[in-house]
């Protein structure tokens, strides 16, 4: 039997105000190219992480740089981040240093990404639409701090700013998660295939954000 993690002591919500949505079978669009747009995500950690995953799901014909999810702090704007330099590659980071990973190019179709990672090896698995790529390592050792501001579309350069339209997010994005704990290769695949998944604070069927600038949510197409 797995283990029935609940997140939500862990998370805790930025604003009492902020409501939480079920999001389920739409996407954020985001229309412009470039964009100055962005999606707020109020969910955050409590307590600093010694583990993580992130999973999202996005749709674009973007070939120059863009910023998936932005994870800042204080200290280090690069705490987490998911981001796409080109076609072919991406790229991931931990309080500031990164490791890319080579993907297929000419794939003009949704892209299911997750990244976990867990301090005490410093191994990062990163899984590209239910499949595994062979695992790295960064940061052995790391605790990824918990006063965060996370952003959606762009890339934070420093904590809740420093945008560059230039490495912005056009396209659509959907199925986004953040748990502090690295999932079992059965639970990354179920968040490719979007079956049932460990509860969260942080995840698009109860997800607390704020829309920033023209970022429009619809129904997704198929
Ligand atoms: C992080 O993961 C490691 C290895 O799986 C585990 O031993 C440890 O208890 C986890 N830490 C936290 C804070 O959950
Ligand atoms: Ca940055």
Redesign the pocket.
Known sequence: MELVWVCLLIFASLSETSSQEDLSRKVFVFRNEPSDAYVILKALPKEPL??FTVCLRSYTDLTRPYGLFSYATKSEDNEILIFKPKPGEYRVYIGGEHLSFKVPEDTLDWEHVCFGW???TGIAEFWLNGKPWPRKGLKKGYTVDAGAFIVLGQEQDHYGGGYDSYNSFSGEMTDVYMW???LSPHKMRSAYQDLQLPRCALGWKNLEYEIKGDVVVKGRLR
């Open positions: 010694h583990n867990e301090s005490a502090e704990f690295l």
